[in-house]
């Protein structure tokens, strides 16, 4: 996949600081990392503003209320923003701030967010310009930030208790020059109202659902348009939609904490990119689909490995992302399968498809798994999983048996009834990992009616890893190094399957 972009990734790797970390050789996934959120802001302005800025914005790293406004203005600075305590600049922000070597720095918010010690300090390191944007309340700062912004026709109107709409929407507002106004769910702020007067917009863009922006509020607005959503992941999604932005690019960010999404918005509006959000360990649907909807394919990871760890980054950019694939351990409970040399079926397989799944799930697949424990699914309840699951793929996992102690090897079966030639190939694809990683007889690939192959509607395979009723094949099934080559076989059968279609 996008080899072409190799070299371009080649010549980025030295151009871009260590903090900017290549994830893929096949794609343009970077992560902009750092120990915490203000070296995450620091490596954004890096990345952002390598020769330095005329104009630094700073704003609480903890306190989002004072800052979710500051994002149009800034880039309409073209300046980048970073991050202070409430007292005291820290050692990363303020090396940063030397290196930009800005004339002004702008503090958003007042004292109760950022204290004239922050201010003495920036003023100290030789700054000739240092100003504060402040106001009695979060909705009086986005007043004044708007004040400070050109004229424009439209502005944006979001949830001012909560982070996540209005930071989905900065980008967009930033690159428009629309300023973003504070709400109340229930009623607008009389600054807020001040502010649409004055700068007598003529539309607004309301984010959030009814329970952020009420229908009193919306109604209260010069030609509204609602872009909502069920949850912050799905309004950041429908803001994509709905204003059918550029998706060349997105950046991800966690859902959690409004740090990395802020300082990463200013950058995003640079690049024309959205944002969207995550949560830490698990991929949100609306993300996903949105992804899968608009074909995204380079992605701007913000913040460490908390705030978006490799699983989601897998899940996004993995070979196997967006496939969702049933894995079948064979047997279990009262019915043990085969036995010999004091090993039972069900349990080697169990602890094979077990393996099967870590190394799938970290390639970016989600997998479903019949069992997980010494249980028995009927042969229809695996099949009704998989076909009510929609899974892309299935795979039975078993372990061979034959009266005759000579029989041995690996071999690997499919059904022609559903996606005979996709079933086919997926088990020769496994086979040819198999034998070679079980170092096994190669028993090669056949067609046969198991159940559970023969009603899956969807390609399908059962693998016999190897025989449990010989002596050398069942010493490698009761060997756990065995077994994670059985699963790695099954594994790269899988990735080598699908990325040949
Ligand atoms: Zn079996």
Known sequence: MKR?????????????????????????NERIQGADRFEVAVNISNKGWPNGSDTVLLVNYNAYADALSATPLAYNLKAPILLTHSANLTDATKAELQRLHPQNVIIVGGEGSVTSNVLNAVTALGIPNVKRISG???????????????????????????????????????????????????????????ALAIRNAKESIVVG?????????????????????????????????????????????????????????????????????????????????????????????????????????????????????????????????????????????????????LKLEAAGATIVMTRESDTYPTLEDRVNLANDQKADSFVSIHANSSLSPAASGSETYWNSKYFGNESKALAQSIQTELYKQMDTKDRGVKEADFYVIKNTNMPSVLVELAFISNASDAAKLGDPNYREQAAEAIYQGFVNYYSKR
């Open 136 to 194: 009695s309340d979060r909705y009086e700062v986005a007043y004044q930030v708007a004040k400070e912004m050109p004229p424009s026709d439209k502005v944006v109107v979001a949830y001012g208790l909560n982070f996540p709409d209005a930071l989905s929407i900065a980008p967009y507002a930033a690159r428009n020059g629309y300023p973003i106004l504070l709400t109340n769910s229930s009623n607008m702020p009389a600054k807020t109202q001040e």
């Open 209 to 357: 659902g009814e329970a952020s922006v009420s229908p009193a509020v919306f109604n209260q607005l010069p030609s509204p348009m609602r872009i909502g959503g069920a949850d912050r992941y799905e309004v950041a999604a429908n803001i994509i939609k709905t204003l059918n932005l550029n998706t060349s690019t997105a950046f991800i960010a966690t859902g959690l904490t409004f740090a990395d999404a802020l300082t990463g918005s200013v950058l995003a509006a640079g690049m024309d990119a959205p944002v969207l959000l995550t949560a830490p360990k698990s991929l949100p649907n609306a993300t996903k689909s949105i992804i899968a909807e608009k074909g995204i394919t380079n992605f701007m990871f913000l913040g460490g490995l908390g705030s978006v760890s490799q699983n989601i980054v897998s899940q996004i950019v993995g070979s196997l992302a967006g496939l969702k694939i049933v894995v079948d351990a064979g047997h279990g409970g009262d019915d043990p399968g085969a036995s010999g040399y004091g090993l039972d079926e069900k349990e080697v397989v169990l602890d094979v498809a077990k393996r099967v799944q």
């Open 4 to 28: 072409s972009l190799a070299s371009f990734l080649v010549v980025f790797i030295f151009l871009i600081s260590s903090a900017v970390q290549a994830l893929a050789a096949e794609g343009t």
